[in-house]
């Protein structure tokens, strides 16, 4: 099998060459007004694989939108677990909560290498009060992560861990607009079972086997970071997907 290389993440020369600036928070802003946000960034960065954007409990003093790779937002538990509580994709906004002034009350991890774009953290709500649309994105985005935390929410509380794992594998699919109804495509997940375990609830063991259980059903193979859905229906039975559901839960931040 070749050696799969690392792609290095995507940087846009310019807010105007941005390939996620319809997901963004950025949205409202178009052509003549697009120096605005040109003008507010102080940068972009590129962040390796494994490193953090930001720590549980870190003051910071910028926030993000996420250009390119995948990120894990966390909580720290008192035992010294995780917890998962979502996986950003490209553009996702990083590092906003109501009070700008308090410590981050969760972490992000790169889970691939990541760029991001940064924003001055505290002086984002003056730039939100000058430019009603970007307020009226803002709370768009925030509800969109909140009804998808619900959904995560009751996952992890009130489903089997069969049901858990499929149903994860299958949000993400959506996500990364792979449709779970594909047969025999595979498709690069850097998850580890770790990162499957810290978001369901679940051990390594736990994931192992319910993975296992799945290849020999033959549903699908997760190996190495990657996903190939073998039974898609069996998958989407499995998985409790609702089509209707999973457009307005799963959508994503601002579409």
Same mark, same amino acid.
């Given at each position: !099998?070749? $050696?799969?290389?690392?792609?290095?993440?995507? /940087?846009?020369?310019?807010?105007?060459?941005?390939?996620?600036?319809? $997901?963004? /928070?950025?949205?409202?802003?178009?052509?003549?007004?697009?120096?605005? /946000?040109?003008?507010?960034?102080?940068?972009?960065?590129?962040?390796? +694989?494994?490193?953090?954007?930001?720590?549980?409990?870190?003051?910071?003093?910028?926030?993000?939108?996420?250009?390119?790779?995948?990120?894990?937002?966390?909580?720290?538990?008192?035992?010294?677990?995780?917890?998962?509580?979502?996986?950003?994709?490209?553009?996702?906004?990083?590092?906003?909560?109501?009070?700008?002034? +308090?410590? !981050?009350?969760?972490?992000?991890?790169?889970?691939?290498?990541?760029?991001?774009?940064?924003?001055?953290? $505290?002086?984002?709500?003056?730039? +939100?009060?000058?430019?009603?649309?970007?307020?009226?994105?803002?709370?768009?985005?925030?509800?969109?992560?909140?009804?998808?935390?619900?959904?995560?929410?009751?996952?992890?509380?009130?489903?089997?861990?069969?049901? =858990?794992?499929?149903?994860?594998?299958?949000?993400?699919?959506?996500?990364?607009?792979?449709?779970?109804?594909?047969?025999?495509?595979?498709?690069?997940?850097?998850?580890?079972?770790?990162?499957?375990?810290?978001?369901?609830?679940?051990?390594?063991?736990?994931?192992? !086997?319910?993975?296992?259980?799945? =290849?020999?059903?033959?549903?699908?193979?997760?190996?190495?970071?990657?996903?190939?859905?073998?039974?898609?229906?069996?998958?989407?039975?499995?998985?409790?997907?609702?089509?209707?559901?999973?457009?307005?839960?799963?959508?994503?931040?601002?579409?």
């Amino acid at each position: !099998m070749p $050696k799969r290389v690392p792609q290095s993440p995507v /940087v846009p020369a310019d807010c105007a060459q941005c390939q996620i600036h319809d $997901k963004t /928070v950025c949205r409202p802003f178009q052509g003549p007004t697009l120096h605005v /946000v040109q003008d507010f960034k102080l940068g972009d960065r590129v962040l390796p +694989a494994g490193s953090q954007i930001f720590w549980p409990e870190q003051e910071l003093s910028e926030v993000y939108n996420l250009l390119d790779g995948w990120v894990s937002l966390y909580r720290s538990l008192p035992s010294g677990r995780r917890q998962i509580v979502d996986i950003a994709l490209p553009g996702s906004f990083l590092g906003y909560q109501p009070d700008l002034e +308090a410590p !981050m009350l969760h972490g992000a991890e790169c889970l691939t290498d990541v760029a991001v774009c940064v924003f001055p953290r $505290k002086a984002f709500d003056r730039l +939100a009060k000058q430019y009603p649309s970007l307020s009226l994105q803002l709370a768009k985005v925030t509800a969109q992560s909140v009804i998808r935390t619900q959904g995560h929410l009751a996952n992890v509380g009130s489903r089997p861990a069969l049901i =858990r794992v499929a149903r994860l594998l299958c949000e993400i699919l959506y996500r990364l607009d792979k449709s779970p109804r594909r047969v025999a495509e595979t498709v690069e997940i850097p998850l580890t079972q770790t990162h499957i375990g810290e978001a369901l609830g679940l051990t390594n063991v736990y994931v192992n !086997m319910t993975l296992r259980e799945l =290849r020999e059903r033959g549903v699908l193979i997760f190996k190495g970071g990657r996903l190939t859905v073998l039974d898609p229906d069996r998958l989407v039975q499995l998985a409790e997907f609702e089509p209707e559901t999973a457009a307005y839960e799963w959508a994503d931040p601002v579409s």
